[in-house]
């Protein structure tokens, strides 16, 4: 069963190199909408902080898969699906919705591996009460 989102209101940003044009929750790229992350709203931080939280709500493989191949074709990705990563625009650690479309993308591997460096410790500062949980979730949509 799929969680209902919250989406999330994202500033003027880059991806991969492109400027967005905004309109309302998502960013216009290319002619074609992308979302810019959606929050669980089930989610809390006591949740989050908790270890092995992110693996009762990861989606299933075959869930990502079908949903990258498709979000690849609309748009217009180059490459084989097996080049890309389908990640969390919020993090699951930082209450991102585990299934809805609107906060999974496809990302080259590189760019997914350096992602998580910045969500590992934003996670950790979140828990640590150096930073509030709506913070970090602003700083990640900010870097998508």
């Not at 950790?124 to 870097?143: D, E, I, N, P, S």
């Amino acid at each position: 069963m799929a969680v209902q989102s919250t989406l999330v209101p994202c500033l003027p940003c880059k991806v991969h190199g492109i400027t967005c044009a905004m309109t309302g929750l998502h960013a216009l790229i290319a002619g074609v909408t992308v979302a810019v992350g959606a929050i669980d709203p089930t989610c809390t931080l006591q949740k989050v902080c908790v270890p092995g939280y992110t693996q009762t709500v990861r989606p299933s493989a075959s869930y990502t898969n079908a949903l990258k191949r498709r979000q690849m074709k609309v748009r217009g990705l180059p490459g084989n699906p097996g080049e890309y990563e389908e990640d969390h625009i919020i993090p699951l650690e930082l209450c991102g919705n585990p299934t809805d479309p609107n906060n999974l993308t496809p990302e080259k591997w590189d760019r997914a591996r350096a992602k998580d460096q910045m969500e590992n410790l934003l996670h950790k500062r979140v828990c640590a009460g150096a930073m509030t949980l709506q913070a970090a979730q602003a700083q990640v949509v900010t870097y998508e």
